[in-house]
């Protein structure tokens, strides 16, 4: 019970690493615990014995979790906000990073109302201020990270940044940032529209030639020419397209 008292007081967003590593530690303590309650209450059940209840165990689980919740949010962001800006941003997932954002923040907003008068506050406030700041490039890592952007799109989007711009495995973040691409997202997001829907063409195109490789047409004779038998399954082919 003082190990997790003493959450209240930890608010150096510096020493992430160590009050995770102290969450996680806790929490298996809480996790052994709570085997051992179950072990033992099917024990009191075998002799017909009412269930102890444990509450104190309960109790300090039921304190913990607000702290579990923001060191294990500051520690996830910590290892992921790197990645964002100075990983591949080939690799980057908008939508998952969006779904991340999303529910760290929810998190967040419910521990301030939990944590006003507590030094961890300081911790939530500083990471939603972050995630807050973040949250509108995502719509950009989504229009840039469009599978159907081809040459001719990154050609335009340069045309539109007034700088050159090359898609490679290495490029990051940062450095489309630098490129202030944040200033030209709307018409980004338009180019980006307009290669989606050439992209879902392509794929209809492709899906339809692959569809026809394995037709077979079957010739009969009639009348000195030839013409199609079994045409049925041609002729729904063709509906479909």
Do not use: C
Request: charge should be negative.
């Amino acid at each position: 019970s003082l190990e997790v008292d003493r959450f209240r007081t930890f608010y150096d967003e510096s020493k992430v690493d160590e009050y995770y590593r102290k969450v996680r530690d806790i929490q298996e303590l809480i996790d052994t615990y709570n085997e051992r309650i179950v072990l033992y209450n099917k024990r009191e059940s075998l002799f017909l014995l009412p269930p102890t209840s444990y509450s104190s165990i309960k109790e300090i689980e039921k304190n913990f979790e607000p702290y579990k919740e923001l060191w294990t949010v500051a520690y996830e962001y910590s290892q992921q906000f790197p990645q964002w800006h100075e990983g591949m941003f080939q690799g980057l997932d908008a939508d998952l990073i969006d779904k991340n954002v999303t529910k760290w923040s929810q998190k967040l907003a419910k521990l301030t109302k939990l944590m006003k008068n507590e030094a961890s506050v300081t911790v939530v406030e500083s990471v939603s201020e972050k995630l807050d700041a973040f949250r509108p490039a995502i719509p950009l890592i989504a229009a840039l990270r469009n599978p159907g952007l081809r040459d001719r799109h990154w050609k335009k989007i340069s045309n539109l940044s007034g700088k050159q711009l090359k898609m490679t495995d290495e490029i990051t973040f940062n450095e489309l940032l630098r490129k202030n691409l944040q200033d030209q997202l709307v018409q980004i997001q338009e180019v980006s529209e307009y290669a989606s829907k050439e992209y879902r063409l392509e794929k209809q195109m492709e899906r339809m030639q692959n569809e026809w490789k394995t037709v077979q047409f079957e010739l009969a004779p009639y009348s000195g020419t030839y013409i199609l038998k079994s045409v049925d399954d041609i002729q729904q082919l063709l509906d479909d397209h």
